[in-house]
C-alpha cells in the first residue's frame, strides 16, 4: 500500500536546520533533494551548506549529463535533461564511493554557461559528515535511478506552486542564452514532461517540503517622547 509523505513547510534557514540536525554520529549521511525542473533544490542545497559550513558538501546530479557530443550521436540533443540524458549508473556509482571512502573524493559539476559538465571540479573531503546531492531523478524506480535511491539515506521532495516554478524556468533559460519565446517552448516541450513524470513519483520520497519566505523583522515603534 502506497503511503504519503509528511509534508512540512520550512523557510530555507529553518530546512537547514533540519539537515543540521541530521548530523548526530561519525557516520556520513547522504541526504537527497528532489523536485521537478526549477523547485529550487540548488538554491535549497546552497542555503544548507552556507549554514553547516565544512560540515556540508554538495554533488550535483546534473554533474552527470552526458556530453553534448554523446547526446547528437544519440539524437538526444533536443530532449537535454530527461533521465536517459544522464549517465545514472557512474552517478550511483561516485555515491557508493562517497558512502565508504576515507580519501577525498573528486565530484563533477555542471557548467551552464558552456553546457557541458566539468569533471573533477568539487573536492569532497573525507571528514565531510553531511554529503547533499540535489537532483531530478533521485526517486525514478526505472532504468539506473533505484541504485542512486540505494545509495541515499533519505530524500527530500520540494514542492512548489506551478507558475512560480515555469516562470522560474523561463527566466533560467534566457539568462543562458535563449529568447523568451525559445525559453517558453522549451519549458513546455522539455522541462514539462520531465516535471511531470518527477511529480508522479513524490510519494516515494521520506518527506515533502514547502519552501516558504522568512518573515521580515518587524520594525519597532518608540512612542514620541513628550515635548518640554
Given at each position: ?23 548526530t ?18 538554491t ?41 540524458t ?35 571540479a ?15 531523478y ?46 517558453a ?7 514539462q ?12 520520497a ?23
Amino acid at each position: 500500500m502506497e503511503t504519503t509523505p509528511p509534508t512540512v513547510s520550512l523557510t530555507l534557514d529553518e530546512l537547514a536546520s533540519r539537515a543540521d540536525s541530521l548530523i548526530t554520529d561519525n557516520r556520513r549521511r547522504i541526504r537527497g533533494i528532489t523536485g521537478a525542473p526549477g523547485a529550487g533544490k540548488s538554491t535549497a542545497s546552497q542555503a544548507i551548506a552556507a549554514k553547516l559550513g565544512s560540515r556540508c558538501a554538495i554533488v550535483e546530479m546534473d554533474g552527470f549529463h552526458l556530453a553534448n557530443r554523446e547526446l547528437d550521436k544519440l539524437s538526444r540533443r533536443e530532449r537535454k535533461g530527461a533521465p536517459d540524458t544522464f549517465d545514472a549508473g557512474g552517478y550511483a556509482a561516485l555515491l557508493r564511493r562517497l558512502q565508504a571512502s576515507d580519501a577525498t573524493v573528486y565530484t563533477p559539476v555542471f557548467d551552464r554557461e558552456i553546457d557541458e559538465s566539468i569533471g573533477s571540479a568539487t573536492a569532497v573531503e573525507p571528514h565531510t559528515p553531511l554529503i547533499v546531492t540535489e537532483g531530478n531523478y533521485l526517486l525514478l524506480p526505472t532504468g539506473g535511478w533505484p541504485d542512486v535511491r540505494a545509495a541515499l539515506d533519505e530524500v527530500w521532495y520540494l514542492d512548489v506552486p506551478e507558475a512560480t516554478r515555469t516562470e522560474r524556468l523561463v527566466k533560467r533559460h534566457s539568462r543562458f542564452g535563449k529568447s523568451s519565446e525559445a525559453a517558453a517552448e522549451w519549458v513546455e516541450r522539455v522541462d514539462q514532461p520531465n516535471a511531470d513524470l518527477i511529480r508522479a513519483v513524490r510519494s516515494r520520497a521520506d518527506l515533502i517540503v514547502e519552501i516558504v519566505p522568512a518573515l521580515s523583522p518587524q520594525p519597532t515603534h518608540h512612542p514620541a517622547s513628550p515635548r518640554k
